[in-house]
């Protein structure tokens, strides 16, 4: 943590406050029989993913508590369905730093500049992606899709991605920074 805060200083960012959503583990740290862990960067709360949804929001939405997912440096949330019901797909989510990929005007999702995204190789029939800056230099991904679901189509997934985009930015701007 104080590796943390003398970076932070030195490059000018000023004092690291309470928006570590946990402390980091060190590249020393080490488990049981001496086996070493690797390094893990702290996130912000807004910047982690699963923080996005309530629970009140994750009932509404028939949604698990989320499972967070870090690779390639790029932190995600996936939450499943929890019923038993045509569309009983699952929900991603991310926060994208600086510039973000191109995509089709939307409606805007609680007043902040939205796109539909189509990235290559996802299922344009079973798969919606929202794009919602809610930030100056932060962009929602907010993916929803049921490949294989009974009933899915491009329409019902991004009714979806749509409920759960106004769902995440809402939460998003009530998150410690």
């Given amino acids: 943590m104080l ?9 000018g960012v000023g004092a690291l406050s309470a928006r570590l959503a946990a402390p980091s583990a060190s590249a020393t740290d080490t488990t049981a029989a001496g086996a070493s862990v690797p390094a893990v960067p702290a996130v912000s709360q807004a910047d982690a993913p699963c923080a996005l949804l309530t629970s009140a929001q994750r009932r509404q939405l028939g949604v698990n508590p989320g499972t967070q997912n870090s690779s390639g440096g790029e932190v995600t949330c996936l939450w499943r369905s929890i019923a038993r019901q045509p569309w009983g797909g699952e929900y991603l989510a991310k926060v994208l730093h600086g510039a973000t990929p191109a995509g089709s005007p939307a409606p805007a999702i609680n007043n902040r500049p939205t796109v539909e995204y189509q990235p290559a190789g996802l299922d344009q029939n079973a798969y919606c992606v929202y794009l919602v800056t809610v930030a100056p230099d932060r962009t929602l991904w907010v993916q929803y899709g049921g490949p294989g679901q009974e009933g899915i189509n491009h329409v019902v997934a991004c009714r979806r991605a749509q409920a759960a985009a106004s769902s995440m930015s809402s939460t998003f701007g009530t998150l410690p920074k």
């Fill in 3 to 11: 590796v943390v805060l003398g970076l932070a200083l030195a490059a």
